[in-house]
Nanobody, 117 residues
Framework: QVQLVESGGGLVQAGGSLRLSCAAS????????MRWYRQAPGQQRELVAT???????NYADSVKGRFTISRDNAKNAVYLQMNSLKPEDTAVYYC???????????WGQGTQVTVSS
């Protein structure tokens, strides 16, 4: 079993920054992919950013140049640095981690990010 604990959400004005953190614990050997998703009210959950074990990254077009995903393998943690935040970034943000060792992905509990205009 794997547990994910997220932190770092909150209320920020447009143009501001937040840093989300997600730490995994439990039965972990290696984590192949770590991702951040978000879900706004009435919207489908969407993929925001991905970082693989080889540290390659990928971003949704809507956040490119503003968000940066990173990971600390020693801590089994993934981070999302969010700069130049916009009201449309308001959503619940979820971390997601996948390992071939588990054969499945696990989700964090979600953290609310609210950007005021």
């Amino acid at each position: 079993q794997v547990q994910l604990v997220e932190s770092g959400g909150g209320l920020v004005q447009a143009g501001g920054s937040l840093r989300l953190s997600c730490a995994a614990s439990g039965s972990i050997r290696s984590i192949d992919a770590m991702r951040w998703y978000r879900q706004a009210p009435g919207q489908q959950r969407e993929l925001v950013a991905t970082i693989l074990s080889v540290a390659s990254t990928n971003y949704a077009d809507s956040v490119k140049g503003r968000f940066t995903i990173s990971r600390d393998n020693a801590k089994n943690a993934v981070y999302l640095q969010m700069n130049s935040l916009k009201p449309e970034d308001t959503a619940v943000y979820y971390c997601n981690v996948y390992s071939t060792y588990w054969g499945r992905a696990y989700w964090g509990q979600g953290t609310q990010v609210t950007v005021s205009s």
